[in-house]
Every structure is written in structure tokens, then in C-alpha cells.
């Protein structure tokens, strides 16, 4: 059970989607939580963490409806339902238009009765983005990225949750944030962080550069995905894809997936490349009668999605804390300390479309910390987003 002599149960580190999601999400649990992060929601042009950057859509990239990471898509396309219908702004369900160029039978993906149903055409019988000879019809969410993470800090900030900015080099310092206090359990979500966070360093975390580019296009209402390459290597095919943003007339055209490049630094010929791709796929981008050159470009993005060799991690790891917290000018309090870490990173490029079941994996790996039962879960008490 968590101790009464400390303020704050749980320390979450990282103010990612990540993070938030999983805050929130223990808040409503009964924990009390504070966040902790080099970058936060605020700071939406920061190249420092990945949240801002995404897309963002829910199409999952999982062949296999009961591997973990499916099944995190899974509950969090369940709820992103309440928040398309609260905050039609941040969140919305819109058509998607999936085009190939082999036919993919829909009843093969495993979303299929999740999404509603996965509508296959050919393009003898409907007009199918880019004259592709096969396409998927169906129903999905877009979310605003950078607005939908100021949105969870803010509704974290209305239930006291203090989110301070901090950059730890070690994950033992994270048990004893000067401003927040001792704790004994850390939600790892530092993202790409934990490729050098000292006590994690996971030599399987590694960037996956993903180059965008924003644009204004009013008429450009439909996602549609070109991603038969994508986080593949052919070269041949290089991915394109349309997300417009709920609530506005943003557009995010995207994109590449370039593992282990570290460059935040756009590259203009590549940006052509999108432009021109997406252009084949949506004419609608530009302004009537015009060509992909009369797009109206806002701006030319990178974002590093936190990748990881083998997936995602998220579990709890049980483990003794002390002479790495001792910092200079700083008692020695916690020196041998059994604390818990539950580790959340490494999602890639799904970390949206997977926040809110890695947010309820989160609150189980804590219960099981604190040795309390699951049935908050079970019951089917999550955040209110
Ligand atoms: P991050 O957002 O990177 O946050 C990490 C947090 O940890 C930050 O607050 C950071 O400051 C903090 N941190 C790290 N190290 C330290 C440290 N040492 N000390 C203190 N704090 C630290 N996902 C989707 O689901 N759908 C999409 O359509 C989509 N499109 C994308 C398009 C692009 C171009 C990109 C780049 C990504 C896209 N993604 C998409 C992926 C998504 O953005 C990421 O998976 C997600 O943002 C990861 O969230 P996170 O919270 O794990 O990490
Ligand atoms: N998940 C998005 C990305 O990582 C994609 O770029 F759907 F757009 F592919």
C-alpha cells in the first residue's frame, strides 16, 4: 500500500502522450501523482520528445489482434469514442481510404469488427485515390496531437497534479524530485529518453525519424494512407499519407520512417516528394484548378518517434535505489530504497492510437506495486478525457 508520510504515491516521468495518459489514468485510480518531464505539452515546437509531431491517427500497424500492442490499440480506439463525442475539436471518427497495390482481404485485418467494418474496393467499381487498384473504406479516429496533450495537462493541472519540468540524467533521482518529494513507484514514459537515461538505457530504443509537412487545405476531409512501405525497405514505394486535424483545416502530409536517424533538420526534397505524392492521392489538397506546387505549406516538420527493437516495454521492474540518488549537496536519504518502476516507452509510431490502453496496463502494473486488486480497471473506471 502506498505511504501516508509521502505526498505523492507515483512519480511519472515524461509529459508525452505517454505520460499524460497514464497520470490521468492513475489519478482516477486513487494514486496521487506527479509528472515530471524536460519537455512539456507546452512546448510544441520542442524536437525533444515526439508527442507534438504525430500525424495523429488510429490505424494500427498490428497483423496480430491478440499480440499486446493490438490489444492496447484496441481499447484505445474503444475510448477515443467519448472523446471524439466530448471534444469534437481535439478527437473526430472520419473516413479512411487505405490504397494498395495487391488486393489485402479486410476480413484478414483484425480491426475489422472493432472499426466497424472494413469496406474493400477495386478500382473497376469506386474511384480509388490515386488510381491504386485496390483499396479499404472505413472509420477511424484523427486527433489534434499537439492540442490533445495540452488538453490531458490541463485537465491533470484542474486535479492538483503538478507537472514539473525537470531533466534527470538517472532514473534514481526521479525517487526524490527536490519539488515533488519522495516516492516508491516511477512510470517510466520518458520515450526516446530511455535509450540514455542512466539506469534504463535500453539499447533497443532508437529513433525513427518521421519527416511531415503541415498544410492548410479546407477541402481536404478524408485520411488516406499509402503505407504499404512504410517502417519497411522499399525504396520503390515510398509512403505518402493524408491526416487532416479535427477542428481546423490543417492538414498533416506525411512521410517517412527513417530508423536511427537522428536529424530533426527537414529535408526540402523530400518534402517535394510529399507534396507531390499526397497530391496524386488528394487533388483537394490544392486550391481549385491548382497542382501540388499551390499547396498551401505552413510548415515543414521532423519529429523522432521513440522506436523500439521488439516493440513497446511496458511491465514493472522491482529494484534498490541509493547511492546513484546521492547528487551532490544532497542528504543521503534514500539510500537503499526497494522501489518500483513501471516502464511505458517505446511505442513507435503508435503511441496515440495506444496512449489509453497503455494508460489502464499502467494502472494494473501499479495495483500490482502496491499490491492493491485490478477491479478498478475491471470495473471500467478509466480517466474522463
Ligand atoms: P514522447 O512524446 O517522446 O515524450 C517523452 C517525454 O519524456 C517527454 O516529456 C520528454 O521530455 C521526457 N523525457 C525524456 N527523457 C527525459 C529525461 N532524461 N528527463 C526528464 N524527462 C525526460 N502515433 C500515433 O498513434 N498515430 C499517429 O498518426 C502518429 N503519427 C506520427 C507522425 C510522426 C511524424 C511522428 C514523429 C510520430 C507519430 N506518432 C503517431 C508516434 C507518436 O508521436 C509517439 O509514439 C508518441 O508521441 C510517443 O509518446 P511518448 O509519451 O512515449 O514519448
Ligand atoms: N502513425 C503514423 C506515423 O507514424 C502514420 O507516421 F499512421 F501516419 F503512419
Known sequence: MPSQSQKYDVLVLG???????????????????AVAAK??????????????????NWHTFEDDGSSPAAKRDARTYARLAKVAATHPHLCKRIEFVDVFSTRVPAESRWNNDLVGGICEVTRDTYPIPGGHPHAHIWNSYIIHAPKYILHLASLLRSKNVPIV???????DEAYDIPSIGPVSLVVNATGLGSFS???????KAHPARGQTVLVRAPRAKRCIMNTESFMGDDDAAKPAYIIPRPGCDEVVLGGTYIPNNHSSLPDLVEADRILQACFDLEPLLAPQGGGWRDIEVISHNVGLRPARDGGARVELEKKVVGSATRRVGRPNSAD???VGVVHAYGFGSAGFQA?????????QLTNEYFGKPNNAILQGRQAKL
Not at 519540468?165 to 532514473?171: H, P, Q
Request: charged share 20%; net charge negative; hydrophobic share 40%.
Open 39 to 56: 519537455d512539456l505539452p507546452e512546448d510544441s515546437f520542442s524536437t525533444g520528445f515526439a508527442s507534438p509531431w504525430a500525424g495523429c
Open 355 to 363: 496512449s489509453l490502453g497503455a494508460a489502464e496496463e499502467v494502472v
Open 197 to 203: 537515461l542512466i539506469g534504463v538505457e535500453d539499447p
Open 15 to 33: 509529459a508525452g502522450v505517454i505520460g499524460l495518459s497514464s497520470a490521468l489514468d492513475l489519478v482516477e485510480a486513487g494514486y496521487r501523482v
Open 336 to 338: 537503499k530504497k526497494q
Open 165 to 171: 519540468r525537470t531533466r534527470l540524467s538517472s532514473l
